[in-house]
């Protein structure tokens, strides 16, 4: 079974500041693994994914995440937060295992951008 | 726009009432989902369709009766609702249910309260 744990339901930071933003992960099997940002009375979006290639990986508006497999962690970062920035950042993972490809969702980390 | 578009945004309904969600995408993907978003709980998945055939029915109450007509249209038919259903719902499509690498596209969700 596959699982998405996302550490802090909320997270603060000043405009300016580093955002980390956690996600581990549970899988048997090679993962592949999303982060997704959801604004305010919005859909989610596609940040950035990774699917076994490089483990650094490069998304939208500056995010970027690197994919662990000895920490199974999958944390996102941004070097210098905007304003913008504040909106729930979730983690999900996606197992092809037993013909299942379904993602799991994390329950969601709050950004909160302060002047 | 995402690219999946969805409505209504935003839907009161009474408990005896029966109303329709529908979610529409011109993306050229063959899969297509139902999610529900409730306030401090994670991502539930209701549904799921592939090339217009259920895949899925993650033990959905049977007051949600999803429909898929074709492809690109995805409806989510309501009836006799409980307050307990308020929530957003949102729909998500993808390539296939078997190309998951790619992400979903969500739509902006439709926000119901049922009074």
């Known amino acids: 079974a596959q699982s998405v744990t996302q550490l802090g339901s909320h997270v603060s930071v000043s405009e300016g500041a580093l955002v980390l933003l956690r996600c581990n992960y549970s899988s048997s099997v090679p993962p592949y693994l999303f982060w997704y940002v959801q604004y305010p009375n919005q859909g989610l979006q596609l940040l950035l994914k990774y699917t076994s290639a490089a483990t650094l990986v490069k998304g939208i508006n500056g995010f970027e995440a690197e994919f662990k497999k000895s920490e199974t962690s999958f944390h996102l970062t941004k070097p210098s937060a905007h304003m913008s920035d504040a909106a729930e950042y979730f983690c999900?993972?996606?197992?092809?295992?037993?013909?299942?490809?379904?993602?799991?969702f994390g329950r969601g980390t709050s950004l909160i951008v302060h002047p | 726009e995402t690219g999946v578009t969805q409505t209504p945004r935003h839907l009161v309904m009474g408990m005896t009432n029966k109303k329709s969600l529908k979610c529409e995408q011109h993306?050229?993907?063959?899969?297509m989902y139902w999610y529900k978003q409730s306030a401090k709980k994670p991502l539930e998945l209701m549904f799921v369709?592939?090339?217009?055939?259920?895949?899925e029915n993650n033990s959905v109450p049977s007051r949600f009766s999803p429909e898929c007509p074709n492809s690109s249209h995805l409806f989510l038919h309501l009836h006799t609702l409980q307050p307990e259903d308020s929530a957003l719902y949102l729909c998500?499509?993808?390539?296939?249910?078997?190309?998951?690498?790619?992400?979903?596209?969500f739509g902006s969700g439709t926000r119901l309260t049922v009074v």
């Open positions: 998500a499509s993808s390539q296939g249910v078997n190309r998951l690498t790619y992400g979903y596209t």
């Open positions: 999900a993972v996606i197992t092809a295992s037993g013909g299942s490809y379904i993602p799991t």
């Open positions: 369709y592939n090339f217009k055939e259920q895949t």
């Open positions: 993306l050229g993907h063959n899969a």
